[in-house]
């Protein structure tokens, strides 16, 4: 695979390359404006390989419910690293409660211990190995834990799409992603989701292709939370709100949904623990830092935090000051650093909230939101500004999806527009997109 790849056109056209500098590559003079990024697989960091997570599509649960009480299905996700006997698949019995919810934004248990059985399908059609808990088939979560299973089986090649098949049984009820904007998952790209509400109630075929799954539950999502191997692939982890988990975004061929998971899924293993309705606010400060903790452990197998944290913070959900919601953010990064020193930690700059009388096909007939815009500006103009403690380096979306600096309208690009709809807040699929091909989301 390519070392990085690299454009001289504004992002318009990528190069792969396998060897070699731009400088030194036939047609690139030195006044072209050349932009590069390295590709995953062969980036290495300080201090040499380490225990990490190396998939994508790694989701968050948000709901915790008794109405399932035993489920199964097969969730797609890309290695970006080899899989090899006594890789660990990690598997949590605990969920961040989101919008909607009867008490939202809170870590929360599952409702009681969870056992499992899982194995993994590759090529589609075959069992390339088993996931064993204990040296037993059947794991047990204990609420509120991760579990982690170790795979035994053929080695699976870096960059391919696996399934991993699973079956959840709990006595009183269960965790999964919900299906709640965007559906995640979808059958014609090869996802399945059974569900029943009898315990016990669906076979274990896992390891049994002749049982087909009804898929009377799609849409939702279980899985691993992180495949852990030792890896020098570089693995975020991503915190934030809806526009992280995939509002308004449309799931594709791709599986990569929202702000930053679309970007990354590109190239990079990512675990996305986007919320929505959540802000820096709720996870931190409301409830103390004890309500992040276990995203917190999460860092344990990333090697840098993405946060998009603050729509939610200025915006009408809590409508926090500028300076309020740059301190809950402090509050997080010291939180995350207090516990991996080592781990980076990026910022991006917020989005923008506007009305339009024309669906956002133009700028000119935007309104920023008088109120929030404001605020908007000075969160990003103070990161911008730098000597922001513990972060280390900004991600500048607002610049990217601004008609122009802090002018709080939507751009319209072409080929993209519009880049979000009647809300003014959510991107659409277009806007994800229009962020993922401008390059500007890679990890450090």
């Not at 400088?23 to 960091?45: C, F, K, P, R, T």
């Not at 996700?77 to 969920?95: K, S």
Request: aromatic share 8%; net charge neutral; with cysteine.
């Amino acid at each position: 695979m390519a070392q990085f790849r690299w454009t001289r056109d504004g992002r318009a056209t990528w190069n792969y390359v396998s060897a070699g500098m731009p400088y030194n590559i036939a047609g690139v003079v030195s006044s072209d404006d050349v932009i590069v990024q390295a590709l995953a697989d062969e980036v290495s960091l300080a201090g040499g390989p380490s225990l990490r997570n190396i998939a994508g599509r790694m989701l968050l649960p948000s709901v915790a419910a008794s109405s399932i009480k035993s489920a199964r299905g097969r969730t797609q996700v890309t290695v970006r690293d080899d899989v090899a006997t006594g890789a660990q698949f990690v598997f949590p019995n605990w969920c961040v409660t989101q919008f909607g919810a009867a008490s939202p934004y809170l870590e929360t248990n599952g409702l009681g211990s969870m056992d499992i059985q899982a194995a993994v399908e590759y090529p589609s059609g075959t069992i390339a190995g088993t996931i064993a808990f204990s040296g037993s088939a059947t794991g047990t979560i204990a609420a509120g834990a991760n579990l982690a299973g170790i795979y035994t089986g053929a080695t699976i090649p870096k960059n391919v799409r696996i399934g991993v098949r699973w079956r959840i049984n709990s006595s009183s009820g269960l965790v999964w992603v919900s299906s709640t904007t965007p559906a995640l998952t979808s059958a014609s790209y090869g996802d399945a989701f059974d569900s029943s509400a009898t315990q016990g109630a669906l076979a274990d075929n896992t390891q049994t292709l002749s049982d087909a799954y009804t898929n009377n539950a799609i849409g939702a999502l279980y899985g691993p939370i992180a495949l852990l191997s030792v890896s020098s692939v570089k693995s975020p982890i991503l915190f934030g709100t809806s526009i992280v988990h995939g509002e308004n975004d449309t799931l594709d061929s791709t599986l990569d949904l929202g702000l930053l998971a679309r970007a990354l899924g590109t190239a990079w293993p990512y675990i996305n623990c986007g919320v929505r309705g959540d802000s820096a606010y709720r996870a931190v400060n409301v409830g103390g830092t004890a309500n992040f903790a276990k995203r917190m452990g999460l860092c344990a197998y990333a090697t840098e935090a993405i946060i998009e944290y603050g729509p939610n913070d200025v915006g009408t959900v809590e409508a926090r000051s500028a300076t309020q919601c740059l301190a809950d953010r402090a509050t997080m990064y010291a939180y995350l650093k207090a516990n991996y020193p080592s781990l980076k930690i990026s910022q991006t700059t917020t989005t923008p909230l506007a009305t339009s009388t024309d669906a956002f096909a133009t700028v000119a007939n935007q309104t920023p939101d008088p109120t929030v815009t404001p605020k908007i500006t000075a969160i990003n103009d103070a990161i911008r500004a730098g000597n922001i403690v513990n972060l280390s380096r900004v991600i500048e979306i607002s610049d990217l999806l601004c008609s122009g600096r802090n002018s709080g309208k939507w751009a319209c690009p072409t080929g993209y527009t519009p880049l979000t709809n009647s809300g003014g807040l959510h991107p659409l699929q277009a806007g994800y997109k229009y962020v993922r091909d401008s390059g500007i989301v890679i990890p450090m």
